[in-house]
């Protein structure tokens, strides 16, 4: 981090700490909560209409020439092939290559974009009318949970791990229905699972149980068999 990043990081800090008259924070909070409901507002009002979709998370800095990009354009196709919309992040990366894929079989292809400082603009395989922008991550995660009937969990960094806990944790929380969570690459999910096993479960913090709650695999055709083998025993096809 350069000097100036660490004079504009300093400087964000002294303003979260420093004081603010009661008349400030009545009207910067006001307006943060009419921006929050507007984002929650046009989610709903263009999610609600798209139909069954599977989320794919992964990291913005995957290149297409990646082994993980290809895989995951590849699995995007088959969902479509099989009948779901895909739902991306929106920028680079596996959510480019899964936009990519649908896009190729013509499938609905959903883009939730977020704003930031960096990594992030929108990909170009974003169906137009499907295109959003959030600025607020927590309201871009209840609309990735909220209309998506199962999970494709590519390689990823920070943003992708967070995406993967909050939907076990939801699932586990039973605040959601229990829809598949498919990691894809053994390779690069097992020492966390690994650890999960030895540490997580050990000391009790989470029940052996739980680590039925996602599928690991390293092929498209197993990442979406998982998907279609999960609605086969409710009797449901992906128009339900």
């Given at each position: 981090?350069?000097e100036?990043?660490?004079k ?5 800090i002294?303003q979260a700490?420093g004081d603010?008259t ?9 307006w943060r909560?009419f921006k ?12 609600s ?13 995957t290149?297409?020439?990646?082994p993980?990009y290809?895989?995951?354009?590849e699995?995007?196709?088959k969902l479509?092939?099989?009948?779901y919309?895909?739902?991306?992040g929106?920028g680079?990366?596996?959510m480019?290559a899964g936009n990519k894929?649908a896009a190729?079989?013509r499938?609905?292809s959903?883009g939730?974009?977020?704003e930031l400082?960096f990594e992030q603009?929108?990909?170009p395989y ?14 871009r995660?209840v609309?990735f949970?909220?209309?998506s009937?199962g999970?494709?969990i ?18 586990q929380?039973?605040?959601i229905?229990?829809f598949?969570?498919?990691l894809v690459g ?5 020492g966390?699972i690994?650890w999960?096993k ?11 149980e739980d680590?039925e709650?996602f599928?690991?695999v390293?092929?498209?055709t197993?990442a979406?068999?998982?998907i279609d083998?999960?609605y086969a025993?409710y009797l449901l096809?992906p128009?339900f």
């Open positions: 981090m350069t100036n990043n660490w504009e990081e300093e400087e964000k002294k700490f603010k009661w008349a400030q924070i009545k009207s910067e909070e006001s909560i929050i409901m507007s984002e929650f507002v046009e989610g709903i009002d263009k999610l209409k798209i139909g069954p979709c599977v989320s794919i998370f992964g990291s913005a800095r290149s297409p020439d990646n993980y290809k895989i995951a354009e699995i995007a196709a479509v092939r099989h009948g919309g895909v739902i991306t929106g680079p990366g596996i480019e894929g190729s079989e499938g609905r959903v939730l974009n977020i400082p603009t929108p990909n974003i169906d137009s009318d499907k295109n959003m922008n959030f600025d607020f991550f927590f309201v995660k609309m949970v909220k209309y009937q999970f494709i590519m390689p990823g960094g920070f943003g992708t791990l967070d995406e993967m806990f909050e939907s076990l944790t939801l699932i929380t039973h605040k229905g229990r598949p969570v498919v053994k390779e690069y999910w097992s966390l690994d999960m030895k540490t997580m479960v050990t000391q009790g913090n989470i029940n052996e680590l709650l599928a690991l390293d092929t498209p197993e979406v068999r998982v083998d999960f025993k096809k128009n």
